[in-house]
C-alpha cells in the first residue's frame, strides 16, 4: 500500500500551456515536498509545505506555484509550461521527526514540447 | 546557503572490489541521509546518519559521518552487481520544515 501516490506518472505537454501534478498522501504527514530531478542536478527543491495553507518557495521555484488546501493533497502547477520545465518530478513526504527521512513518490515525468 | 558534493560523480567497479563515495557539505548540520535510486525509479531510503559519528551498515554498504568534518562516507564492501545504482546524500538544512538539499547522486556501475 503506497503511502504516497503521484499523478500522472507521464505527461506530454506543449510550450505555454498550464499542467497540474497532484501529489497525495495517506500518512497524514505534515511536511510535503516537490523536486525536479536532471541529470547533473541531483534533486533540486521546487516548493514546500508545512501544513495546511502553508507553503514556501525552494531553490528554483519561478514559473511554479503550488496549493496545498488538506493534508493530503500536495498541487503543484506549471503556469505556463516552458521546455525548460522539462523533467523528472518528484513529491516527497515527511513526518517531521526528522529520524526517517523522506518517502518519494514514483515520480512524474513531464515533457515540454 | 548549503551545498552538497558529491564525488565521484560515475564509479565503475568490479564485482568483489571495495570502495567509497563521499559526501562533502557546506554548513553545520546533524542529519544526513542517504538514499539509492535504480534507472527510471524512485529514490528509497537506505540509512539516516542523526549524530557525529554515527555509523550504519545493511548488507554490503556501510554509512558514516563525521559532523565536524562535514562529511560522510558510504563504503561498499565486496561489490556485487544488484548495486549498481545511482546513490544521493541528503542533507538537513537545520533552518527547520525538515528539507534537505541533495548532492548530484553518484551513478555506481558494478561489472561482473
Known amino acids: 500500500d503506497a503511502g504516497i501516490t503521484q499523478s500522472p506518472r507521464h505527461k506530454v505537454t506543449e510550450t505555454g500551456t498550464p499542467v497540474t501534478l497532484r501529489c497525495h498522501q495517506t500518512?497524514?504527514?505534515?511536511?510535503m515536498y516537490w523536486y525536479r530531478q536532471d541529470p547533473g542536478h541531483g534533486l533540486r527543491l521546487i516548493h514546500y509545505?508545512?501544513?495546511?495553507?502553508?507553503?514556501d518557495k525552494g531553490e528554483v521555484s519561478d514559473g511554479y506555484s503550488v496549493s496545498r488546501s488538506k493534508t493530503e493533497d500536495f498541487l503543484l502547477t506549471l503556469e505556463s509550461a516552458t521546455s525548460s520545465q522539462t523533467s523528472v518530478y518528484f513529491c516527497?513526504?515527511?513526518?517531521?521527526?526528522?529520524?526517517?527521512?523522506?518517502?518519494f513518490g514514483s515520480g512524474t515525468r513531464l515533457t515540454v514540447v | 546557503e548549503l551545498k552538497v558534493e558529491q564525488n565521484p560523480l560515475f564509479l565503475s567497479m568490479q564485482e568483489g572490489k571495495n570502495y567509497t563515495i563521499y559526501c562533502n557539505y557546506s554548513?553545520?548540520?546533524?542529519?544526513l541521509y542517504w538514499y539509492r535510486q535504480d534507472p527510471g525509479k524512485s529514490l528509497e531510503s537506505l540509512f539516516v546518519?542523526?549524530?557525529?559519528?554515527a555509523v550504519k551498515q545493511e548488507g554490503r554498504l556501510m554509512a558514516s559521518l563525521d559532523t565536524k568534518a562535514r562529511l560522510s562516507t558510504l563504503h561498499i564492501t565486496a561489490a556485487v552487481h544488484d548495486l549498481s545504482a545511482t546513490y544521493f546524500c541528503?542533507?538537513?538544512?537545520?533552518?527547520?520544515?525538515?528539507?534537505?538539499?541533495f548532492g548530484t547522486g553518484t551513478r555506481l556501475t558494478i561489472i561482473p
Open positions: 554548513t553545520t548540520s546533524d542529519r
Open positions: 500518512e497524514n504527514h505534515r511536511y
Open positions: 509545505s508545512y501544513g495546511v495553507k502553508d507553503t
Open positions: 516527497a513526504i515527511s513526518g517531521g521527526e526528522g529520524d526517517y527521512g523522506y518517502t
Open positions: 541528503a542533507v538537513d538544512d537545520n533552518f527547520g520544515n525538515e528539507k534537505l538539499t
Open positions: 546518519l542523526l549524530s557525529n559519528g
